[in-house]
């Protein structure tokens, strides 16, 4: 199973972006997908996840009502929209699969993209 996250850049505070996850390998219906970041020196983030049938879906709380996660099964994309951006939402985002166990934790992933940075400028 390979995913390609792409959409992070560079936007003002208050700004949005929105990352995409592409999933190949598998059929994408059959994993829940997460949205993790990192940011240097710090542990990796849970931020978001979204259940195989798209019915479940977490958010941490700082996130909670500025951050949106979809999936597209029929596309096999997972997407975060990241609005009203704050510096400290600066990191690299990364995504990940996990087969249709739920809800996500961190050490469960079975598989996981190479990041996209996203920078918030104040």
């Known amino acids: 199973v390979q995913l390609q996250a792409s959409g992070g850049g560079l936007v003002q505070a208050g700004g949005s972006l929105k990352l995409s996850c592409a999933v190949s390998?598998?059929?994408?219906?059959?994993?829940?997908m997460g949205w993790f970041r990192q940011v240097p020196g710090k542990e990796r983030e849970y931020v978001a996840g979204?259940?195989?049938?798209?019915?479940?879906?977490y958010y941490t709380g700082p996130v909670k009502g500025r951050f949106t996660i979809s999936r597209d099964n029929a596309k096999n994309t997972v997407y975060l929209q990241m609005d009203s951006l704050k510096p400290e939402d600066t990191a690299v985002y990364y995504c990940?699969?996990?087969?249709?166990?739920?809800?996500?934790?961190?050490?469960?992933?079975?598989?996981w993209g190479k990041g996209t940075q996203v920078t918030v400028s104040s």
């Open positions: 979204i259940s195989w049938s798209g019915i479940s879906i």
């Open positions: 990940a699969a996990e087969d249709r166990n739920w809800p996500l934790t961190l050490s469960g992933m079975d598989y």
């Open positions: 390998g598998r059929t994408f219906s059959d994993y829940a």
